[in-house]
C-alpha cells in the first residue's frame, strides 16, 4: 500500500478546520454564557460588557479572570437573602419583651410576674386590654385612662 501524502494532508486540514470550529464555538460559548451571568449577577450595563469583551478578547484566560472576579451573588440571591434579614428583623423587633426587666411576656399580659411593671391598662367600658401609649381603646372606642383630659376636647367636637 502506497503511502498517499495529498490524502494525509486532507485529514489533517480537516482535523484542523474542525479543531478551529471547536474553538470558535466555544470561544463565542464563553462570551455568551458571560454576559448572561453577568446580566443575572449586575444591573450596571458597562460591568456586562465589559465582562464580555474580556472574555472575547482574552478567552479562557479571560473566562478564568471572570470568575474570579464576579459578583458571588445573583440579582435574585440577593434580594432573596435582603427579604430574609428583614423577616428577621421583623421577628426581633415584634417580640414581646417588658420595658422594665427585658424578660420575654405575653401579648395578653397586664403585669410583668418577674418586675410588676404595668404592661397594658384595662379598658372601663369592655374590660379589653389597653397599650400603655393609646388615647382609646379598640375594641370599643372609650377613651382610655389617664387619657381622658386629652382626648374630651375631641370627643365634645363630634
Request: glycine residues 6%; contains cysteine; aromatic residues 8%.
Amino acid at each position: 500500500m502506497p503511502f498517499d501524502l495529498s490524502s494525509v494532508l486532507f485529514y489533517v486540514r480537516v482535523g484542523i478546520a474542525l479543531l478551529g470550529a471547536f474553538i470558535a464555538a466555544l470561544w463565542l460559548a464563553l462570551t455568551l454564557w458571560t454576559f448572561r451571568d453577568m446580566r443575572s449577577r449586575s444591573r450596571d450595563p458597562l460591568a456586562q460588557v465589559m465582562a464580555a469583551l474580556v472574555v472575547a478578547v482574552l478567552n479562557i484566560p479571560g473566562f478564568i479572570i471572570y470568575l474570579i472576579l464576579r459578583p458571588s451573588q445573583t440579582i435574585a440571591q440577593s434580594y432573596e437573602q435582603s427579604l430574609e434579614e428583614e423577616a428577621l428583623l421583623q421577628q426581633i423587633e415584634e417580640r414581646l419583651v417588658c420595658p422594665g426587666c427585658s424578660r420575654a411576656t405575653k401579648a395578653d399580659w397586664r403585669i410583668c410576674p418577674h418586675c410588676q411593671t404595668a404592661l397594658k391598662k384595662v379598658c372601663k367600658q369592655c374590660g379589653a386590654l389597653i397599650e400603655l401609649n393609646w388615647n382609646v381603646c379598640a375594641s370599643c372606642g372609650t377613651t382610655a385612662p389617664g387619657k381622658e383630659g386629652k382626648l374630651g376636647e375631641v370627643e365634645e367636637e363630634e
